[in-house]
Structures are given as structure tokens and as C-alpha cells.
């Protein structure tokens, strides 16, 4: 069974376009993310949402907007697509709170590739 | 920024130990040390993390210096699936809102037949 499932894969567009990606996790887990990895392979946090809301958001444009609408789900929108936009995109999830040692890592999802044109 | 520094690639020769340094100097006493990879076109996995006692699990081993400034991560016998880029991340547990993983460089780890 999948724990962290993206769709698509694979996203090609041309620029100006708007397009959405789809998260989901059958883990049970509070807490989702979305992390981008550029061309370097640098993979950078932009947004995590925490029972539905919203607490880290990284300085990211406001041309990309997530959205929860339940625990087990985190979309990202993104309008006007540009160039610099082509990346591989990762969604995570973790359980928070006190526990165990499994408790806090977070497990990724197999990433979506976008290819801005 | 990441708060660690690795060597940005090593080899090592499948069945033999892979150790895998990390430099955290700057650490403070309540960061965990948390080590991920990334298999080639994968998402990230979690590894390990410890605070400042050596844990190990089924995959690996991670040894932290007495001063916390640095540690080593030890899979003990490498296989060519090891092959990935292995991240050391210095965060604090996070006990109620969750946390974001600052990834740096990492290190590119080759394992050779």
C-alpha cells in the first residue's frame, strides 16, 4: 500500500498556464508538506499544514496555493506558470506530538516533475 | 540555511561499512540530528536520528561525538542499493506543530561492486 501518493508523475505545460497537484497519505498523519527540488537538486520546504492549516510557509510566490481539505490531503495550486517553476515537487507527511522514536520523520512521497515550456 | 556540512561524495565497496561524516558545530541542546537519503528520482527516506546517545536500527548506525559537533553515520554493510544521496539535518523535535527539514548539499554516496 502507498503511504504518500502524488498525481500526476509527470506535468508538462506551457508557461501562463494553471495547474494543480494532488497529495494524499494513508497514514493517519496531522501534519503534510511540500518541498521543491530544483535543477541543482536542492530541496527546499515551502509549505506545511498542520490539521488543515496552515504553518510554515516559505516565502514562496503567492502564485502557488495550497489547500487541505482534510488531514489526509494537501493540493497545490499553481497559476501562471513560469519557467523557473520547473521542478521536481515532493509531498510529505508526519505525525507530531511526543512518543516513540518513529515520531517526527517525515515520509515522502515519489515526487511530481513539472516541465514548465 | 543548513546547519551541516558533508563531503560532497564518497565510494565505498558493496558489503563493506559505509561511514558517512557530518560536521553540526553549531548545534544547540535541544536539536536532534537526523539523517535522510534519496535514491535516484525518489522522495527523501528517513534514516535514523539521535540526540546525543549512538542509536541504531535495522539500516544504519549513528554515532555522535561526545561534544555533539559531529557525527557519523554507518551503514554496515553497503549493498548497491545504498547508492543515494544521504542527508544530515540538525533540527529540534518538534512536539506540536510539526517541522520543516532543511536539506543542504548532502553527500553523494557510490556504492561499487
Known amino acids: 500500500d502507498t503511504a504518500v501518493s502524488q498525481t500526476p508523475k509527470y506535468l508538462v505545460t506551457q508557461m501562463g498556464n494553471d495547474k494543480s497537484i494532488k497529495c494524499e497519505q494513508n497514514?493517519?498523519?496531522?501534519?503534510m508538506y511540500w518541498y521543491k527540488q530544483d535543477s541543482k537538486k536542492f530541496l527546499k520546504i515551502m509549505f506545511s499544514?498542520?490539521?488543515?492549516?496552515?504553518?510554515i510557509n516559505e516565502t514562496v510566490p503567492n502564485r502557488f496555493s495550497p489547500k487541505s481539505p482534510d488531514k489526509a490531503h494537501l493540493n497545490l495550486h499553481i497559476n501562471s506558470l513560469e519557467l523557473g517553476d520547473s521542478a521536481v515537487y515532493f509531498c510529505?507527511?508526519?505525525?507530531?506530538?511526543?512518543?516513540?522514536?518513529?515520531?517526527?520523520?517525515?515520509?515522502f512521497g515519489p515526487g511530481t516533475r513539472l516541465t514548465v515550456l | 540555511d543548513a546547519k551541516t556540512t558533508q563531503p560532497p561524495s564518497m565510494d565505498c565497496a558493496e558489503g563493506r561499512a559505509a561511514n558517512l561524516p557530518c560536521n553540526h558545530s553549531?548545534?544547540?541542546?535541544?536539536?536532534?540530528v537526523y539523517w535522510y537519503r534519496q535514491i535516484h528520482s525518489q522522495g527523501p527516506q528517513y534514516i535514523i536520528h539521535g540526540l546525543k546517545n549512538n542509536e541504531t536500527n535495522e539500516m544504519a548506525s549513528l554515532i555522535i561525538t561526545e561534544d555533539r559537533k559531529s557525527s557519523t553515520l554507518i551503514l554496515p554493510h553497503a549493498t548497491l542499493r545504498d547508492t543515494a544521496v544521504y542527508y544530515c539535518i540538525v533540527r529540534p523535535r518538534i512536539y506540536n506543530q510539526g517541522g520543516k527539514l532543511i536539506f543542504g548539499q548532502g553527500t553523494e554516496l557510490s556504492v561499487k561492486p
Open positions: 497514514l493517519g498523519h496531522d501534519t
Open positions: 553549531t548545534i544547540s541542546g535541544n536539536e536532534y
Open positions: 510529505a507527511s508526519s505525525q507530531v506530538g511526543s512518543g516513540g522514536p518513529s515520531y517526527n520523520e517525515q515520509f
Open positions: 499544514y498542520n490539521n488543515k492549516e496552515l504553518i
